[in-house]
């Protein structure tokens, strides 16, 4: 195979839509983790209720859009369910066991999509509006990677607008520097944390519905993803939003990359790319030095 | 009962081998038994991290793994007999545990368990790729422990009962050193650690050497299971490197009771057990383990021998 830069330019814009999924993952595992310093071993599992929610909703009432904005309602509110009555008591007693807790619930989220979906999973399809391909000047590429580009652009524009012109954002970036000083001035600190914790789940389940199409929906999908959004988190420095986009789509084209001249070492390299971080950054792109102590 | 309290806490090597010396007749088959020695092996290892130094790692499955297939990659290809093959297992997992400390010690807290997560992950697809040696996806297959001779004692392990002694012999040496070193000055270090590191490295311990030594016992121990699973299975899955591997370890030491010597024990063979039992009913055991384990994280984080010490503490203190 001869790698001309039309082929290299295709193979990083695949990086690129690759990223977007990675990168919409690591904002949801980052958002809850700047705010609730939890970090959530569901969040694969969430992905993967997305996607089996969102091929459901599809299936019913045979809109795309209709289900792209359903999931994440649903699956948020099980990340509100989850906040309030599992998350919430084990504030104060230490980090690992959100943790430990989230890594349970993992578990069965996977056995309850089994129960109702069966093992093998569900097909999914890209919805008609984007199935085909447009000439990008150096070559054909699918509409719908595009279009997952592009959504991502969406929401990372839509949240940071939240986080930074509205009220309630100021409250939620407050509250993450010093949650105690907050409660001080009246502010619920607790209904935020609810929110924040609603809102990553709901990111999540976004990303399992945006990538239903691209992959094989299946209970078991969300366990390599809780690794990879770790590996994107890790590089782009924890809890840091900016620090999420960045490696997710630097993760994705270099999983894009290394899948073009070296196949076999595809889903090494990301881990690699981790590893190296840690040695010469260990606080991540973003992260600063000591956040956690 | 106190009186009984305070001799096994007294002699605690010894009454847990007492019982792991009885444990093959009172449990339902010999295969069960087995498999709880070795993930207890692997539990307490995993605990001495966890439970002891205050490092929630993720990623011991990696040492389990490479234990496991070392010590059959040196039997199936290199024809070496099983006592040295043993020794390889050990002996790489040591190494990859110096490797993916040296890396994950430099952060603390949560991202310490990601990091071991992922880095463990390399160690997955490695194994997963080099399909030559380790089978790849089928995993490693044709273990074959030959029958030895010791001492005019013939050992056969398609015996399930002689299989069991001769591991329990490697679990009886493993957790004499475990006790031992918790005994030593560097148990009291290690828990130092856990308690507040900036004062014990203002004690003048090197809280970083400190840290990775205890990871590369650790990872030793866990290969040492691992090896031995190799010989019990005689072959190696390759999910053994997986990280829900390294979840079960951390639900079985949770269960049990983390930063004690026995739950460990308790957390494998009541995991064990649980999933022994409930797979005859339904399919979806993973629900009704991690919904048990969900429980004991909200109302026994002590664990079932950990609640079991507290209560008997507070009631030889009364």
């Known amino acids: 195979m001869e790698f001309t830069p039309s082929l290299l330019a295709l193979q990083l814009v695949t990086g690129i839509a690759l990223g977007a999924i990675y990168a919409l993952l690591a904002i949801g595992l980052s958002l809850i983790f700047g705010m609730l310093t939890v970090v959530n071993f569901a969040h694969g599992a969430f992905f993967m209720v997305g996607a089996f929610v969102g091929v459901y909703f599809l299936g019913v009432t045979g809109n795309f859009w209709f289900s792209l904005v359903l999931t994440p309602l649903v699956v948020g509110a099980i990340g509100l369910v989850t906040e309030r009555f599992l998350v919430r008591p084990l504030y104060g007693r230490g980090i690992d066991y959100p943790l430990l807790l989230t890594f349970g619930l993992g578990w069965v989220l996977i056995e309850a999509m089994r129960v109702l979906f069966g093992i093998e999973g569900v097909p999914s399809s890209t919805p008609a509006a984007l199935r085909g391909s447009v000439d990008l000047g150096f070559g054909y590429f699918p509409k719908y990677r595009l279009f997952l580009i592009f959504a991502t652009a969406l929401v990372v524009l839509g949240l940071w607008l939240f986080l930074e012109k509205t009220r309630y954002g100021l409250i939620v970036r407050a509250g993450s520097r010093d949650g105690e000083i907050c409660k001080v001035l009246g502010v619920d600190v607790a209904r935020v944390w609810l929110m924040v914790f609603g809102i990553g789940t709901a990111i999540a389940g976004l990303s399992g519905v945006l990538a239903a ?10 366990i390599p993803v809780l690794a990879e959004s770790f590996v994107v988190t890790v590089v782009g420095g924890m809890g840091s939003l900016p620090g999420a986009v960045v490696a997710g789509l630097l993760v994705g084209v270099v999983f894009a990359m290394t899948s073009l001249f070296a196949p076999a070492y595809a889903e090494l390299s990301i881990f690699v790319l981790m590893a190296v971080v840690l040695l010469v950054r260990p606080q991540g792109f973003f992260g600063k030095a000591g956040l956690l102590g | 009962m106190r009186a009984v309290y305070e001799a096994i806490r007294r002699h605690r090597v010894a009454a847990v081998l007492a019982l792991l010396l009885v444990f093959p007749l009172l449990m339902p088959y010999h295969a069960l038994a087995i498999n709880i020695l070795i993930f207890g092996l692997f539990a307490v290892g995993f605990n001495l991290l966890f439970g002891y130094t205050g490092l929630l790692s993720f990623g011991h499955a990696a040492f389990l793994g490479v234990g496991s297939y070392l010590t059959g990659i040196a039997m199936v290809h290199g024809g070496w007999s099983w006592w040295w093959a043993l020794a390889l297992g050990v002996a790489s997992a040591a190494l990859a545990g110096l490797v993916i400390g040296y890396l994950a010690i430099r952060t603390r807290g949560i991202y310490f368990s990601m990091v071991t997560l992922a880095l463990a992950q390399i160690v997955y697809y490695v ?5 030559r ?10 273990i ?7 001492m005019g004692l013939r050992l056969d392990f398609l015996d399930p009962v002689t299989k069991y002694y001769v591991i ?7 957790l004499w050193f475990v006790s031992r070193l918790l005994a030593s000055p560097f148990g009291a270090v290690i828990e130092a650690v856990r308690e507040n590191e900036k004062r014990a490295a203002a004690c003048g311990y090197d809280v970083a050497r400190t840290k990775l030594l205890v990871f590369v016992v650790s990872a030793a121990l866990c290969g040492l299971a691992g090896a031995l699973r190799a010989l019990h299975l005689s072959v190696v899955p390759i999910d053994s490197l997986h990280y829900l591997q390294s979840g079960q370890a951390v639900m079985m ?6 930063g004690t010597f026995f739950g460990p024990f308790v957390g494998a063979a009541v995991f064990l057990t649980l999933e022994d039992v409930v797979t005859t009913v339904t399919k979806h055991w993973m629900a009704v383990v991690g919904g048990v384990f969900m429980f004991f994280v909200l109302f026994f984080p002590a664990g079932i021998w950990g609640t079991f010490i507290k209560r008997m503490e507070r009631a030889v203190r009364a």
């Open chain 2, 144 to 150: 074959q422990v030959p029958a030895v001779e010791v």
């Open chain 2, 168 to 174: 329990f012999v490697f679990v009886a040496a493993a």
């Open chain 2, 253 to 258: 030491c949770l269960l049990g009771g983390m």
């Open chain 1, 213 to 222: 199409p691209t992959r094989a929906v299946n209970p078991e999908m969300g």
């Open chain 2, 127 to 131: 194994f997963y790729k080099a399909e």
């Open chain 2, 133 to 142: 040696w380790t089978g790849g996806e089928n995993g490693l297959r044709g």
